[in-house]
């Protein structure tokens, strides 16, 4: 992230601090017994918190790498999935399916939610009531549960007026504007944060406002961007309500192709493993989550490998 | 180790499975004219059913490899909602069609024939420890009719032996067929069910897990989940007014398991079975429908039942 206004704490600033704190205490007197409990308190409720998160988390992670350990072999990665031979059934279609739907959600989401965010912050006049409506809305919008969107995709995108049909690219369409507005406040975030000076600066050396966008304050707040960009993707990747709404379906043993045919998703696999009265799924699935952790993982370290490249401190 | 018997099952059945599809396949191709079947077919509907589609789908593409059939698991309305539209070819249900449903059928043009393509057997799933073996229709329907206040299996009216225990219900989602067929059966109108349960959704492992955790529980939901873990939770016998009825593969099968023995439908649009992929996967699906049901943990259609699905074909495809 951008640092503008924290300054990274060396030795001497952090000898300052003690020496001025050391100065108010001499002058003022000690801080309350109670002042004190709390400044201990308060971190330990804090780790506390973190702990609990920490362990549903770990013991989720555990629970999923002991009971799919067994099945934790090519099969899982290459193989078709399988109704008669469980024991060699895998997650190929699965795994093509949503790396093939999260493609489709970067294309679409980069484009619009940068976009969106530049025209909020660098060109709109938070005078006017759209604009103000629009903000609003897009903050709303953030927080509607994902099955409305599922509907709305069975509505507009499948049916409707863009009537595309249960296809790969209809799923797309959908879990961008599910997370699209993570993308667009992120970048948002992302573009205040550029210092002004750098901006001004930019202009006062007589660029036009396209040039110091785009040479200025786009590079300098990519790597916010792409921190938005990461919470987007690891959101949608794990969507199976929506899903299951516009027609990912839950069986298919051939590879599937991004603006035709049937398709199914990890999330979506998984759940139907899941529920079956056989061990043997149960313990399919449970290696599923463990294959669907890892295309994550691969897709976010990319983008985090990127926004390192960006990153620039001023 | 408590599942070694549907390893068992699966490792016998597949097997011979696989062998009879290849001699079924070799004979069918000749039927066929020896032309290569390619097109999509498009399964949706009920997740009960789901699994039968899956594995007939799965030997048939083994030998058509050009077909390429999907599954999807959208429930048994919401699979008649898609169907009615036209946007799949075969629809799974796990109960018959509604009129509501047929009406909807008919305004778009699509018209289907009911075929059966095994049997299940809603089992009433209580505690181990549970001295209860018996249970009629009239009690059943006085722990779940809505607006049922029973707290404790001491209050059912009649139930023998004595058992004090605190109820503890559980039962799947509103959208299965297997809640649309229970409520008919045992409350006498679809839909109708006390709300104050523990509602698993789809996901009936929640109810063996809930049952096997609790000493008052009870559980309903399809006989392959009982099958699967009779190490775990206990079968009432049901009395639908002549005699105690325990589910098992024989009582399903000659009707005496009432009222909760059920049959489990695949509903094909009769314009889909103008294509020759899906006429044949239809056939081939009730020509198989005995050995997948096995080996998906079901439970086989008789010989009549068979020839009533196959009378079904005829009539689509004519």
Same mark, same amino acid.
């Given at each position: 992230m951008v640092t503008n206004e924290k300054t990274p704490r060396t030795g001497r600033t952090r000898l300052a601090v003690a020496g001025a704190r050391a100065g108010s205490v001499s002058v003022f007197g000690k801080s309350s017994p109670g002042e004190r409990a709390g400044s201990v308190l308060f971190p330990a409720v804090l780790l506390l918190a973190l702990t609990l998160a920490l362990t549903g988390l770990a013991s989720l992670l555990v629970w999923s790498f002991v009971k799919g350990y067994p099945r934790l072999d090519a099969n899982l990665i290459f193989n078709a999935p399988s109704t008669l031979f469980p024991a060699t059934a895998g997650f190929r279609p699965a795994i093509l399916g949503t790396l093939y739907i999260i493609a489709g959600v970067i294309v679409l989401i980069v484009p619009l939610g940068v976009g969106a965010a530049i025209y909020l912050e660098e060109y709109a006049n938070r005078e006017r009531w759209y604009n103000r409506l629009i903000e609003l809305n897009i903050q709303n919008l953030a927080g509607v549960p994902s099955i409305v969107f599922g509907i709305l995709g069975l509505a507009f995108i499948v049916r409707g007026p863009l009537d595309l049909g249960f296809i790969a690219a209809s799923a797309s369409i959908t879990l961008a504007l599910l997370v699209l507005p993570t993308v667009i406040l992120a970048a948002r975030e992302a573009i205040r944060a550029v210092p002004p000076s750098i901006r001004e600066g930019s202009l006062a050396l007589g660029a036009t406002q396209w040039q110091t966008l785009s040479r200025q304050v786009l590079p300098a707040s990519t790597p916010g961007i792409l921190t938005g960009v990461i919470l987007a993707i690891s959101r949608a990747i794990g969507e199976a309500a929506p899903l299951l709404m516009i027609g990912a379906v839950t069986f298919v043993m051939f590879d599937p192709s991004f603006f035709s045919g049937g398709y199914t998703a990890l999330p979506v696999q998984i759940y139907n493993y899941a529920v079956r009265p056989q061990e043997e799924f149960r313990n399919l699935a449970a290696a599923g989550i463990i294959v669907m952790l890892a295309v994550l993982l691969l897709m976010n370290s990319f983008a985090v490998w990127l926004r390192n490249r960006y990153e620039q401190r001023w | 180790m408590h599942n070694w018997r549907s390893k068992a099952i699966i490792t016998v059945a597949v097997p011979v499975l696989a062998i009879t599809a290849a001699a079924c396949g070799e004979s069918g191709g000749t039927e066929g004219g020896g032309q290569e079947l390619s097109g999509n077919i498009l399964i949706d509907g009920s997740s009960t059913v789901a699994p039968l589609s899956e594995g007939a789908a799965e030997l048939f593409m083994g030998q058509n490899p050009g077909v390429k059939i999907t599954v999807g698991t959208a429930g048994t309305g919401g699979g008649f909602e898609k169907f009615c539209n036209g946007e799949t070819d075969i629809s799974d249900a796990s109960r018959p069609i509604e009129a509501e449903e047929t009406k909807l059928c008919d305004k778009n043009g699509v018209k289907t024939e009911q075929i059966a393509v095994a049997n299940d057997a809603l089992t009433v799933m209580v505690h181990k420890d549970n001295p209860v073996d018996c249970i009629t229709t009239e009690q059943l329907k006085q722990i779940w009719e809505p607006g049922s206040k029973l707290k404790s299996w001491s209050e059912i009216d009649g139930l023998k032996p004595a058992y004090d225990e605190k109820l503890e219900l559980y039962g799947p989602g509103t959208d299965s067929g297997t809640f649309d067929y229970f409520t008919e059966a045992i409350n006498g109108e679809e839909g109708a069910q006390r709300t104050d349960y523990n509602n698993i959704g789809e996901n009936d492992n929640a109810g063996i897990t809930g049952v +096997?955790?609790?000493?008052?529980?009870?559980?309903?939901?399809?006989? +392959?989940?009982?099958?699967?873990?009779?190490?775990?939770?206990? &079968? #009432?016998?049901?009395?639908?007014?002549? /005699?105690?009825?325990?589910?098992?593969?024989?009582?399903?099968?000659?009707?005496?398991?009432?009222?909760?023995?059920?049959? #489990?439908? %695949?509903? @094909? *649009?009769?314009?889909?079975?103008?294509? @020759?992929?899906?006429? +044949?996967?239809?056939?081939?699906?009730?020509?198989? *429908?005995?050995?997948? &049901?096995? &080996?998906? /943990?079901?439970? +086989?259609?008789?010989?009549?039942? #068979?020839?009533?699905?196959?009378?079904? %074909? &005829?009539? #689509?495809?004519?």
């Open positions: - | +096997s955790g609790s000493k008052g529980g009870m559980f309903y939901g399809g006989y +392959s989940y009982y099958a699967e873990n009779k190490d775990k939770v206990k &079968a #009432l016998e049901i009395d639908g007014g002549n /005699g105690c009825v325990e589910p098992t593969i024989e009582t399903v099968q000659d009707g005496s398991y009432k009222p909760l023995g059920r049959e #489990l439908y %695949i509903y @094909p *649009a009769e314009k889909s079975m103008e294509r @020759p992929e899906v006429k +044949s996967f239809v056939q081939f699906y009730v020509d198989n *429908a005995n050995k997948v &049901a096995e &080996a998906a /943990g079901f439970i +086989s259609l008789t010989g009549q039942q #068979l020839s009533e699905s196959k009378d079904a %074909i &005829a009539k #689509l495809t004519s």
